[in-house]
Nanobody, 124 residues
Framework: QVQLVESGGGLVQAGNSLRLSCAAS????????MGWFRQPPGKEREFVAA????????DYADSVKGRFTISRDNAKNTVSLQMNSLKPEDTARYYC?????????????????WGQGTQVTVSS
């Protein structure tokens, strides 16, 4: 089992940057693909980014391509999301998630473990 704890959220102005981090417990972190999802107010949870076990592959939602970068450090059991050029529409609660299956999954239903989330609010 993996426990995930997100950090790094906050209130920022449009155009600025934030870096989210997710710390994972356990010794098998490298056996999980990791993803970031977000849930805007009043909307369903949506895919943001995912990274493979070895960090060789990554995928992004079209809405964040070129602005967000996902990375991981298997030695430190962490996954990060660097968010640049933030927009008001990026306002949401951001969750990291772990997936035991091989490959990159874009659906929240495919992830096995979830953190509690961290709030990101972007003002215009």
């Amino acid at each position: 089992q993996v426990q995930l704890v997100e950090s790094g959220g906050g209130l920022v102005q449009a155009g600025n940057s934030l870096r989210l981090s997710c710390a994972a417990s356990g010794r098998t972190f490298s056996q999980y693909a990791m993803g970031w999802f977000r849930q805007p107010p009043g909307k369903e949870r949506e895919f943001v980014a995912a990274i493979s076990r070895s960090a060789a592959f990554a995928d992004y939602a079209d809405s964040v391509k070129g602005r967000f970068t996902i990375s991981r450090d298997n030695a430190k059991n962490t996954v990060s999301l660097q968010m640049n050029s933030l927009k008001p529409e990026d306002t949401a609660r951001y969750y990291c998630a772990a997936d035991r299956t091989f490959g990159l999954q874009l659906s929240a239903d495919d992830y096995d473990y979830w953190g509690q989330g961290t709030q990101v609010t972007v003002s215009s």
